[in-house]
């Protein structure tokens, strides 16, 4: 079973920077397909980011492109979202996703959940 927790999140100002950190255990880290999912109140959860278990495909929703990074570690069993630029907008609870077979780009094709952290960027 694979296990998933995220780190990172807390109150920003807009403009500014936050970077989370999810990790993994139960299952070797190096074939899952990593992502990340954001939902605000009321909203249904949306794709942020996903990479593929090799490292060597990365996708973004439009909206946070050339803003956000996601980058992987396979060494300390990690996936990390950089945010830069932060936007009121931004602000929900994000949750690191995995899958075995192909990559994360929607809610409802992820095999494994964290329980989130929340992301509060203020105007």
């Known amino acids: 079973q694979v296990q998933l927790v995220e780190s990172g999140g807390g109150l920003v100002q807009a403009g500014g920077s936050l970077n989370l950190s999810c990790a993994a255990s139960?299952?070797?880290?190096?074939?899952?397909?990593m992502g990340w999912f954001r939902q605000a109140p009321g909203k249904e959860r949306e794709f942020v980011a996903s990479?593929?278990?090799?490292?060597?495909?990365?996708y973004y929703t439009d909206s946070v492109k050339g803003r956000f990074t996601i980058s992987r570690d396979n060494a300390k069993n990690t996936v990390l979202l950089q945010m830069n630029s932060l936007k009121p907008v931004d602000t929900a609870n994000y949750f690191c996703?995995?899958?075995?077979?192909?990559?994360?780009?929607?809610?409802?094709?992820?095999?494994?959940w964290g329980q989130g952290t929340q992301v509060t960027v203020s105007s």
């Open positions: 990479e593929t278990w090799s490292g060597g495909l990365t």
């Open positions: 996703a995995a899958r075995l077979r192909g990559p994360i780009t929607k809610a409802t094709i992820a095999d494994y």
């Open positions: 139960g299952l070797t880290f190096s074939v899952l397909n």
